[in-house]
């Protein structure tokens, strides 16, 4: 039996997001968003490899699992090239294991060896644990804001925090600089002014706060309250206006309460015009009130609705009416007085 051969030792190679960023050997692994990882094994002797196995460590090679294996049934200078993919965040190590044209295979990784490569892989955006904006006093075109904030994840930069704001919460802009994970500061922005923050880690992954909105102004709220209540301000007119119409008396019933007093009734001239002279020389006659047509006549007032219009015009008829009834018992007094008069003659 040909003794074995001694075959280089493969490369591996992570291929990231922006190219190569580990190979065999690195000091730190590098961190990745992505959960696809594709892993190219690449030799001098690639051209006589026929298969090979990846090999993956989630506990820093403490222990090994079988990913894949990639055969290659004809001699090719291309290297091979895996396809991993990450279920969860954490840190995956690989070795590879190859196999070639002689027969010889290598031997594969045991309980504790080091990986040939490994990546991070963080997925997982920032945590916002607090973001809080307590508006201070300004003028009419700034608002101080008081800002605190803090955000939490294992692969932050030095400044992994971005204040934005917005006049209308479609376009943001950063306000300038980039802040710690954690802090405090005050704001000079609008009065109407949108706020946010935006936390980012070292592979890109993004957490966004909801957008801050400034409370109403104070001095709004009479104006709205004004406007609720201009509708309700008819309303009792209108019910007052109805309400005196209802205890009013029809002018019917009026008159005929008037014409059952005794004067009336018992006087034969009391529906006769006494003589001028004497009706004028009389000291207890009333002054002749404005008569109801007259009063009838006049224009209602314009300012009140019509059902108040109405009910001011029964009104006025009524007292026209009852006027006129006490100047008749005036007059019918004074011709019988007038009478007696002449009979002592």
């Known amino acids: 039996m040909p003794p074995a051969r001694c075959h280089p030792k493969p490369l591996l190679t992570l291929i990231l997001a922006l190219g190569v ?47 894949t294996t990639i055969t290659r049934p004809e001699p090719s200078r291309e290297p091979v090239v895996f396809d991993f993919q990450a279920q969860q965040d954490g840190t995956y190590g690989f070795i590879t294991v190859a196999s070639y044209a002689d027969g010889t295979t290598e031997a594969g990784p045991q309980p504790g060896d080091e990986p040939a490569a490994s990546v991070v892989v963080d997925a997982t955006p920032p945590t916002i644990l607090a973001f809080a904006l307590e508006p201070q006093p300004g003028d009419d075109d700034h608002r101080p804001l008081a800002v605190t904030w803090k955000v939490r994840d294992q692969h932050l930069p030095a400044r992994p925090v971005v204040l934005q704001v917005s006049s209308g ?43 801050w909105t400034p409370p109403a102004p104070p001095d709004s709220q009479p104006e709205i309250a004004a406007v609720d209540a201009e509708p309700s301000t008819e309303a009792p007119a209108t019910i007052a206006a109805e309400q ?10 009026a008159a005929a309460d008037d014409s059952a007093t005794p004067q009336a009734t018992n006087t034969p001239a009391a529906t006769e015009d006494p003589p001028p002279a004497t009706a004028t020389a009389q000291p207890d006659a009333s002054p002749p009130p404005p008569s109801a047509t007259a009063q009838t006549a006049d224009t209602p007032e314009p300012w009140l609705p019509p059902p108040a219009q109405r009910a001011a015009e029964a009104n006025r008829v009524l007292l026209g009416e009852a006027a006129a009834q006490l100047l008749r018992q005036a007059r019918s007094a004074a011709a019988a007085g007038e009478h007696d008069r002449a009979l002592h003659l």
Do not use: H, M, Y
């Not at 109407?192 to 957490?207: K, M, Q």
């Not at 005196?244 to 019933?253: H, L, Q, S």
């Open 169 to 211: 919460g479609t376009t943001w802009t950063d306000l300038e600089p980039a802040r710690p994970a954690s802090g405090s500061d005050t704001l000079v922005v609008a009065p109407t002014a949108r706020v946010r923050l935006v936390a980012r880690d070292r592979v890109g992954n993004r957490a966004r706060s909801e957008a």
């Open 244 to 253: 005196v119409v209802e205890p009013a008396t029809p002018p019917t019933e």
């Open 21 to 67: 960023l580990s190979a065999t050997g690195a000091a730190e692994p590098p961190v990745t968003a992505r959960t696809r990882i594709p892993v190219r094994l690449s030799t001098t002797a690639i051209g006589q490899v026929t298969a090979a196995t990846l090999w993956v460590s989630e506990d820093g090679g403490a222990s090994w699992r079988k990913a």
